[in-house]
T-cell receptor, first 113, second 113 residues
Framework: EAGVTQSPTHLIKTRGQQATLRCSPI?????VYWYQQALGLGLQFLLW???????NRGNFPPRFSGRQFPNYSSELNVNALELEDSALYLC????????????FGDGTRLSIL | QQQVKQSPQSLIVQKGGISIINCAYE??????FPWYQQFPGKGPALLIA?????SEKKEGRFTISFNKSAKQFSLHIMDSQPGDSATYFC????????????FGPGTRLSVLP
């Protein structure tokens, strides 16, 4: 079974630019979650998508947005990039049943110059 | 009330020793408690999980102990090995369609050979 895949592995942008990160969930999983992990810090919840709808979002500004496609893949968009956005962005997927474990990809390392 | 506290922040253990990481929560609605292991450059991987209807769950060298009344749970790694050196995250979620996982800040474990 293929795991959660994320692309690109690394992304370098400058302040003010826009970044798009992509995620393909495990086959059969309908929920996709996005997390931000700043260097040496824990996981901060960003967004949760299920069945194409945004179900919940964390305490992040509106310039963090995303969507989920009919095949359940997802993309995270970050507009007007700031230096503090430099982090590892992790995507996780799970089935839609309650309290199923989340399975993570290896993340996209976003660096803002 | 959504916070999960985790300690210690870092832990150094000799090979063959027991590693113990503790987590505490406030929200009694939490009813699923997974532990994740993260190696550098990789996404977190599910290690073991427990629900509050049991007090202990063991999988190989890894054991979760759960104290519902104290709202605490811990991870014990028996016969710790250098390959166990990683960052460990506890998490908690609520039994509803939200599947909102709250992660602890992580514990960096180093097992000395």
């Amino acid at each position: 079974e293929a795991g959660v895949t994320q692309s690109p592995t690394h992304l370098i942008k400058t302040r003010g630019q826009q970044a798009t990160l992509r995620c393909s969930p495990i086959s059969g999983h309908t929920s996709v979650y996005w997390y931000q992990q700043a260097l040496g810090l824990g996981l901060q919840f960003l967004l949760w998508y299920d069945e194409g709808e945004e179900r919940n979002r964390g305490n992040f500004p509106p310039r963090f947005s995303g969507r989920q496609f009919p095949n359940y893949s997802s993309e995270l968009n970050v507009n007007a990039l700031e230096l503090e956005d430099s982090a590892l962005y992790l995507c996780a997927s799970s089935s839609s049943y309650s309290n199923q474990p989340q399975h993570f990809g290896d993340g996209t390392r976003l660096s803002i110059l | 009330q959504q916070q999960v506290k985790q300690s210690p922040q870092s832990l150094i253990v000799q090979k063959g020793g027991i590693s113990i990481i503790n987590c505490a929560y406030e929200n009694t609605a939490f009813d699923y408690f997974p532990w994740y292991q993260q190696f550098p450059g990789k996404g977190p991987a599910l290690l073991i999980a427990i629900r509050p209807d049991v007090s202990e769950k063991k999988e190989g060298r890894f054991t979760i102990s759960f104290n519902k009344s104290a709202k605490q749970f811990s991870l014990h790694i028996m016969d710790s090995q250098p390959g166990d050196s990683a960052t460990y995250f506890c998490a908690a979620s609520i039994r509803d369609y939200g599947q909102n996982f709250v992660f602890g800040p992580g514990t960096r474990l180093s097992v000395l050979p």
